[in-house]
């Protein structure tokens, strides 16, 4: 879809898009704009058409805003106005999305860029364009159109190709961890996630990748995987994967919550609850697909990622409230909420990376609380971590992403309600506060990294309820974009 290149000697385009920033010279309050000097040299009076044009459509230049003109008989046959703001990356991000969405009927346009482009406003453009033209259907009918063909017009082609390469990875694992998402429950049991997964590691030899099933995950005292999982046709999985290239010097785990569907379990959710419950392994999704995005790229970083998958449904096999669970390791869980199910599968996977594979950091990623919207709201996740500097690195690589996280505090005083009489800890105290006591459970199964953890419950922001800037109604694919950023910078 997407390519770099220069512009061709006599080449007729058929819908030329042209960047438009803020004047420079406009007063405070003014909307004015002003065209942006291009690369390339356009086709002869386009740019004096272009610029007279953009104080009669009234332009500000604010990222995204478009203006079309229709050219009858001419080349380009239509000029598309393309507002940068301030050609950051954020704002060409934003660029590239409503660009995607307002040329979604067209079969292939040109954008001239800046003389002046950046890496960075490649990639927002590039990212803003893959992801905001994202569609998931299960249907037979014709799918709405969607943008096929982009050419960015730039001089030097090459200085580009490794930013382009970067951001369509990117965009790609990105769409991947949305489809994995997006796909009904009825469909996506923990085998067929594994299967995915599988799939698509085969691209990648480097890869290695291991599958347990139930009777291995029994076998080597996974008991929060197998009580989750207990009630269900459908087994439990705990995926694993290694990609360890020869110049790594830093070992990091990655774990993601994989319930591919939640009912709750004997705790039953009402229906409203229940209904998007396909998207609660969008934790394993993210983890999954920025490992496939770090080996694509092949980051210098040695990445293992742990996806433990499970069904948390409702029969005569499924685990009970007030049920103790034997974790992997050894500590014990008594749980009153078998909603409260995602931090018993994670804290198998925290116990088995720290006492197994003894990594240098140690990051998780759940859907894990509704607390965490009720806190952040739609579009922000929780972070917590007791590692200042590897916490600041984090929402650094978020911010930069266009994605949000907000740190929140691990107040030792509510570890007390951690406390059980019967157990080692209770799982789902009633007391408040859920996302803190949530992640002050998992942390309890960190071990001697404790000081090298961190967690991010981003349950709100991994669905978006309609089409905003570079989402699109449906599942986000959060934490892929901000993972890959984060691993690409450790070095």
Do not use: C
């Not at 239509?78 to 969405?101: F, K, Q, T, V």
């Not at 950023?485 to 450790?490: G, K, V």
């Amino acid at each position: 879809m997407l390519a770099i290149r220069p512009l061709a000697e006599s080449e007729r385009l058929e819908v030329l898009v042209l960047p438009v920033r803020p004047a420079e010279s406009a007063m405070e309050g003014d909307a004015s704009a002003e065209l942006v000097p291009t690369a390339v040299a356009l086709p002869d009076g386009t740019a004096e058409e272009a610029a007279a044009l953009v104080p009669v459509a009234r332009l500000s230049g604010r990222p995204g805003e478009i203006r079309t003109h229709l050219r009858p008989g001419r080349g380009p046959g239509r000029l598309m106005l393309l507002g940068i703001g301030d050609g950051g990356e954020s704002a060409w991000r934003d660029a590239g999305a409503a660009l995607a969405r307002a040329a979604a009927d067209e079969t292939h346009i040109t954008i001239a860029l800046p003389g002046e482009v950046t890496p960075a406003a490649v990639r927002g453009l590039a990212e803003g364009l893959l992801l905001a033209s994202y569609r998931f259907r299960m249907t037979d009918a014709d799918d709405p159109p969607a943008l096929d063909g982009v050419d960015l017009l730039v001089a030097d082609p090459a200085a580009h190709e490794s930013t382009l390469a970067t951001a369509r990875t990117t965009a790609t694992m990105t769409r991947l961890a949305r489809d994995l998402t997006n796909t009904p429950s009825s469909v996506k049991t923990p085998q067929w996630f594994a299967d995915q997964v599988t799939s698509a590691a085969a691209d990648l030899p480097d890869l290695r990748l291991t599958v347990r099933g139930p009777a291995q995950l029994a076998a080597e005292g996974f008991g929060g995987i197998l009580a989750v999982g207990g009630g269900s046709a459908s087994g439990p999985r705990l995926v694993e994967m290694d990609w360890h290239p020869a110049n790594a010097r830093t070992h990091v785990v990655l774990i993601g919550k994989g319930i591919t569907f939640d009912t709750g379990g004997l705790s039953i959710k009402p229906v409203p609850a229940m209904k998007l419950m396909r998207k609660d392994m969008a934790g394993a999704a993210a983890v999954v697909a920025a490992t496939l995005g770090a080996a694509a790229l092949r980051l210098p970083v040695r990445i293992t990622t742990l996806a433990p998958l499970a069904e948390n449904m409702v029969s005569g096999s499924a685990f009970r409230p007030g049920d103790v669970i034997r974790h992997y390791g050894g500590t014990t869980s008594e749980t009153t909420n078998s909603d409260a199910e995602g931090r018993l599968v994670l804290a198998d996977a925290l116990a088995y990376a720290v006492r197994q594979l003894k990594p240098d950091l140690l990051i998780d990623l759940a859907t894990l609380t509704g607390a965490n919207a009720v806190a952040l709201g739609k579009r922000t996740a929780a972070l917590y971590s007791e590692n200042d500097d590897l916490a600041a690195d984090l929402l650094a690589a978020i911010a930069a992403a266009g994605e949000a996280a907000w740190r929140l505090p691990l107040h030792t005083d509510y570890v007390e309600y951690l406390g059980s009489e019967i157990a080692d800890l209770f799982s789902a105290p009633a007391q408040g506060a859920g996302s803190v006591v949530a992640a002050l459970y998992l942390r309890e199964f960190t071990g001697e990294l404790r000081d090298r953890w961190l967690h991010l419950d981003m349950s709100a922001p991994s669905w978006a309820d309609g089409d905003q800037a570079e989402l699109t109604r449906g599942a986000t694919g959060w934490g892929v974009r901000s993972l890959l950023r984060w691993l690409a910078s450790i070095d």
